[in-house]
Nanobody, 120 residues
């Protein structure tokens, strides 16, 4: 089995910073893209940032210049550094990874989500 465990969410004032972490564990053969999505109340889940194994990134325009995805391939961990946070960044943030589990195939895995709340 494969699990993604997130940490680092919380309450922060506008203009502040948070760093999210997501560690993949279990019977993992290989990990391709890792990244972050978010879902605000009443809205659809949207991409925030993704990063490939080669560390190429794709970042949503709404957070570009403020959020940065990074990863540690040796630790199967992806991070999201969030700076200059705005109230509209308030959402549940979900970790995602494309993982080839041992004895399996490429599949999508999701974390349980971590709440980020930005107060004005």
């Amino acid at each position: 089995q494969v699990h993604l465990v997130e940490s680092g969410g919380g309450l922060v004032q506008a203009g502040g910073s948070l760093r999210l972490s997501c560690a993949a564990s279990g019977s993992i053969y290989s990990i391709n893209v890792m990244g972050w999505y978010r879902q605000a109340p009443g809205k659809q889940r949207e991409l925030v940032a993704t990063i490939t194994k080669g560390r190429s990134t794709n970042t949503a325009d709404s957070v570009k210049g403020r959020f940065t995805a990074s990863r540690d391939n040796a630790e199967n961990t992806v991070y999201l550094q969030m700076n200059s946070l705005k109230p509209e960044d308030t959402a549940i943030y979900y970790c995602h990874a494309e993982i080839w589990a041992i004895g399996g195939v490429w599949d999508d895995y999701w974390g349980q989500g971590t709440q980020v709340t930005v107060s004005s």
